[in-house]
């Protein structure tokens, strides 16, 4: 039986076939129509299926054709699980060279590739957008992506609500409506803090391995380590050791809140093991059969049982069995397990948490600090920090901020060469480590006033103790100066930075010259909450990439959401790099907005990419 959707798509592509069910295809296209339906046979099997299910007729009735497509849906699937199955000890790697570097190689393991489509099939098979590209087989993965709907999907997984799907192009794809579902996906995947310098959108389209295998972890990651905090599991103040505080959880990264809870639930099994890294103590699989037995809901069936099987390998095997009890066997094999793969084995104990964390709410009688959500405007700046590459990862803004590194590699992005390293403390000791955090803060506010930021009453001292609102107007202000610095690049307009008047003004000259009447008078114009001068402004950049029949006239709070929602996704997909939020715009929040507009006007100023099909190059200068 086909669906409604599948005889929508034949009907779309073949007018003999009805919505209904009706009608027939003639013989020359039933290849074609199979190919639709995302089944794609080659030429001289399609000649000996057509001798045997239809013989010489020279129209095939619907109702036959379907009967055809479903044996070989079934064939497919039935070939599906039986990779699936040999995946469980697959293993290996292979290089390729590098197309940028010469003679540079990468690393390419098949262990990863095995475990992203694995990812991919597990948690996106039941989306009818994918139905002819899913499931992912043996050596698939890198044409699986090439046409950007995989990864965009993917990236909603992670961070739900990110893509306005009325922005993918979904059907009848070309060369050009797949990059544009490729830049969608490249800037989507840094707004959610996905470093993608030196990654562009022909690239993926080439499906370039290593490349393809980093975004696609950097995007994984980021979907596992979002449920790691106290708003999504109240009971992590469990982990507390005695006298610290819930700031002292905050300071921690996903790895380390990880590491405490696999400890956690040892302790409380009564062994004497503790995990101290995800590579060389997991490798016999002692550590995650305890784990498991502690995690287990009761009736599940999971047993301490490996623990009498010899051998890393077959005990890392057993001990999946017992995983797969839990539904919880993604990520790694047993070669994996024994080989000690970080980042498998990262995985794999993230999903453990997310599905089992095992960590009860705090009770009637346990007094415990109110959690601070983290806000809106805190996360903004933590992504964008994040795709710039910087190195530590940020995690909590004000700790991870307080002994000013992460800063320095700001500014040497915002103006490269501005920063001394000399005077940059980077190794802290346990003597010194407080007043040479200092001194690093300290450089960090005199290289803002440099940049003519406004740092009138702030210190060093303010963003070594993480005082909340003046950290937070440093960070504004490098986000601000990046994103300017971004537009001079693009402008041409040398060390010279751009007015908010200058940006307003090109706002309405852009709009005028299009014939639209839309403008505004500065960032904070209510006009603007309703998303429609954003809609027009990108309308006017790009020309038939808005369906102007889903746009609403913003009247009320939710169609004003629906607007913003469609013109950031919009936004992305021609190339801007937007980090603001649907809610900025609705809200009308004045230094968000300014970034979407200094976003588009950058983008304005590079090329077409329709008539040079041109990559979308990270406007970051060196790079």
């Not at 544009?180 to 499906?207: F, P, R, V």
């Not at 095997?317 to 024994?338: H, I, P, Q, S, Y």
């Not at 609403?552 to 790099?577: D, H, L, P, Q």
Request: hydrophobic residues 40%; contains cysteine; glycine residues 6%.
């Amino acid at each position: 039986m086909l669906s409604r959707e599948q005889l929508q798509d034949l009907n779309e592509n073949f007018p003999t076939v009805s919505e209904s069910g009706s009608g027939f295809l003639p013989r020359s296209d039933v290849q074609t129509a199979l190919k639709i339906l995302g089944i794609d046979v080659p030429g001289y099997k399609m000649r000996e299926l057509m001798d045997q299910h239809f013989g010489n007729e020279a129209q095939i009735d619907v109702d036959k054709f379907a009967r055809l497509f479903d044996t070989l849906d079934a064939q497919r699937n039935e070939e599906a699980n039986r990779w699936k199955q040999q995946t469980k000890q697959v293993s290996g790697a292979y290089h390729t060279h590098s197309s940028k570097q010469e003679n540079v190689q990468h690393t390419i393991r098949v262990e990863e590739e095995v475990a992203f489509s694995n990812w991919i099939n597990s948690n996106l098979s039941d989306d009818s957008d994918l139905k002819r590209l899913l499931p992912v087989g043996s050596g698939e993965l890198y044409t699986k992506i090439q046409d950007g709907l995989v990864i965009c999907k993917l990236i909603n997984l992670a961070v739900p609500g990110t893509i306005d799907e009325r922005a993918i192009n979904k059907k009848n794809l070309n060369t050009y409506t797949k990059l544009e579902n490729l830049t969608l996906a490249l800037m989507s995947s840094q707004a959610i803090g996905c470093n993608i310098i030196n990654i562009d959108n022909i690239d993926l389209s080439k499906g370039t391995a290593h490349l393809v295998l980093g975004l696609l972890w950097q995007i994984i990651r980021i979907g596992l380590f979002n449920q790691i905090d106290l708003q999504h599991c109240p009971g992590l103040f469990r982990l507390l050791r005695d006298g610290e505080t819930l700031d002292d959880l905050r300071r921690l990264s996903p790895e380390e809140i990880l590491i405490r809870w696999v400890n956690y639930h040892l302790e409380r099994a009564g062994t004497s093991r503790r995990l101290h890294n995800f590579t060389s103590d997991i490798v016999d699989s002692e550590i995650y059969t305890y784990l498991l037995n502690q995690i287990a809901p009761n009736g599940s069936g999971v047993t301490l049982a490996p623990l009498n099987v010899q051998g890393n390998v077959p005990r890392a095997g057993a001990m999946l069995d017992e995983a797969e009890k839990l539904e919880c066997r993604e990520f790694v094999t047993a070669n994996d397990v024994a080989a000690g793969n970080y980042k498998l084995n990262l995985a794999f104990v993230a999903n453990l948490f997310n599905k089992h964390p095992m960590l009860p709410d705090p009770g009637a009688d346990e007094v415990v600090e109110d959690v601070v959500e983290e806000t809106r405007e805190e996360k903004t700046y933590r992504n964008w920090m994040n795709s710039m590459g910087v190195d530590p990862y940020v995690n909590w803004l004000y700790g991870d901020l307080q002994n000013g590194v992460v800063i320095f590699q700001l500014y040497d992005i915002i103006r490269p060469g501005m920063v001394t390293w000399k005077r940059v403390v980077r190794q802290f000791h346990k003597l010194r480590g407080m007043m040479d955090q200092i001194q690093n803060c300290n450089y960090a506010v005199e290289l803002g006033k440099q940049l003519r930021f406004s740092l009138v009453g702030i210190q060093g001292k303010d963003i070594y103790d993480g005082n909340q609102t003046l950290t937070l107007a440093l960070v504004w202000q490098l986000m601000r100066a990046y994103t300017l610095s971004v537009l001079a690049q693009c402008t041409q307009s040398g060390d010279s930075l751009p007015a908010d008047k200058d940006i307003v003004a090109w706002v309405n000259e852009k709009l005028s010259k299009s014939g639209k009447s839309t403008s505004i008078r500065s960032f904070q114009d209510p006009a603007i909450s309703t998303g429609k001068v954003v809609l027009d402004l990108i309308d006017a950049i790009k020309p038939n990439v808005i369906d102007h029949s889903l746009v609403k006239s913003g009247s009320t709070n939710e169609e004003k959401m629906s607007n913003a929602k469609y013109a950031i996704t919009c936004g992305r997909k021609i190339g801007a790099k937007i980090y603001a939020l649907p809610e900025d715009i609705v809200e009308v929040k004045p230094k968000m907005v300014l970034t979407v507009f200094a976003c588009l006007m950058a983008r304005d100023y590079m090329p077409d990419m329709k008539e040079v099909s041109a990559p979308v190059v990270p406007m970051i200068n060196g790079n």
